[in-house]
């Protein structure tokens, strides 16, 4: 997997909710680039066991590209 990316229809119509269950997006592929615009991601959870909560970026040389994103209401336990 070289990349992926996410577009959306605006941050106020394209919502991404992890529902306070898990994290939102984890990224595991070593130097993966992810692209995220126009849109939110929201209610993200970290369990205590692993960290992050909106986006885990959790391999060497992930890139993240954020246009016009935004995150909100997200709890990590642990770190993120």
Do not use: C, K, W
Not at 36 to 45: C, E, H, P, Q
Request: zero cysteines; a negative charge; aromatic letters at 6%.
């Amino acid at each position: 997997l070289e990349g992926m990316a996410v577009y959306g229809e605006g941050r106020g119509n394209t919502i991404v909710d992890g529902s306070d269950i898990d994290r939102v997006l984890h990224v595991v592929a070593s130097g993966t680039t992810v692209q995220l615009a126009d849109l939110s991601i929201v209610n993200g959870f970290g369990n205590g066991f692993t960290p992050g909560a909106g986006v885990l970026a959790d391999s060497a040389n992930t890139v993240l590209y954020l246009q016009q994103a935004s995150f909100r209401n997200h709890v990590s336990l642990t770190q993120g």
